[in-house]
């Protein structure tokens, strides 16, 4: 098994089971480095299962101090590497408002994000905005009242829209699956593990792409691509956590789990 985390905590945890040699561990940006390591350094064979848990855990919202959540007062960094340059509060302090409003708007999906960008440019012509619970306040205060008490707390999509951006997560999920795929033993197992429509739809069409395989226009009478369908999709519609499950576990309530089988080797 290879375990690639940013966080060097999480690192550490998994510490004394790597001399079992059933893990590998790695901290590395998850965007097909660790991959490259596994192959020059596990002389074993292909793993036959492998499994993205995508998004940020648990630990990340209660124990980072990295202002992750709006339900703390923490600094406004979102970093999963610490050494990035850019944090959640240069974003909110340095980009214009066009620019923060289409963060909002892409990667949050939030309708009010353009008075969302406005609102919070103006906050931060009078003070820096370092807080998490700062950001959580301004957003609250500047968007409908109708909006307020809904089913998520009004922050919850911007709060999301900058932890992606900060970490450039939603781009990196294609290069890291079509590593995996190519990593994978024949016949084994893909899963990804999603927990919003940004993370899933990506997801969905590379299975479906790799799947295809032949890109050519479908009046073409023969391929000259060259490629060639090398998985099957084992879950047509994605899996999704029980009631038992929710109840015992209430985040994977929005997870979805797709999985991928590849094909023999044709080599």
């Known amino acids: 098994k290879v375990v690639d985390n940013r966080q060097g905590e999480t690192k550490i945890t998994l510490k004394p089971f790597e001399s079992s040699g059933e893990f590998i561990l790695i901290k590395n940006q998850w965007n097909g480095t660790p991959f490259d390591e596994y192959l ?7 793993p036959s ?7 940020i855990s648990i630990f990340h919202y209660e124990e980072s101090t990295r202002g992750f959540s709006f339900s703390r007062n923490e600094p406004l960094d979102m970093r999963l590497n610490v050494d990035k340059d850019v944090s959640a509060s240069d974003i909110v302090n340095t980009y214009s408002e066009k620019d923060i ?3 909002i708007f892409t990667f949050g999906e939030e309708r009010y994000g353009r008075i969302i960008a406005k ?42 829209a900058l932890r992606i951006a900060v970490n450039s997560e939603i781009e990196r999920i294609i290069p890291s699956i079509n590593r995996a795929i190519d990593l994978l033993a024949p016949n084994g197992f893909l899963g990804v593990i999603s927990f919003h429509s940004l993370e899933d739809r990506p997801v969905k069409h590379l299975f479906r ?5 032949c890109t050519c226009p479908p009046k073409d009478p023969i391929c000259t691509c060259g490629k060639t369908s090398d998985i099957t999709i084992i879950t047509r519609k994605p899996i999704s956590a029980t ?10 309530r929005s997870a979805k789990l797709r999985v991928a089988q590849k094909k023999g080797d044709f080599s």
């Open 40 to 46: 020059l350094n596990y002389n074993g064979p292909s």
């Open 243 to 252: 009631e038992q499950e929710c109840r015992d576990n209430p985040p994977s």
């Open 209 to 213: 792409e790799r799947e295809k395989g």
């Open 101 to 103: 409003a289409t963060i």
């Open 119 to 160: 609102a919070i440019c103006k906050a931060r012509d009078e003070n820096p905005i370092t807080m998490s619970d700062e950001l959580a306040k301004i957003i609250y205060s500047c968007v409908p009242p109708q909006y307020r008490h809904q089913r998520i707390h009004p922050a919850t999509r911007t709060f999301q």
């Open 49 to 55: 299962v492998i499994l993205f848990d995508l998004g």
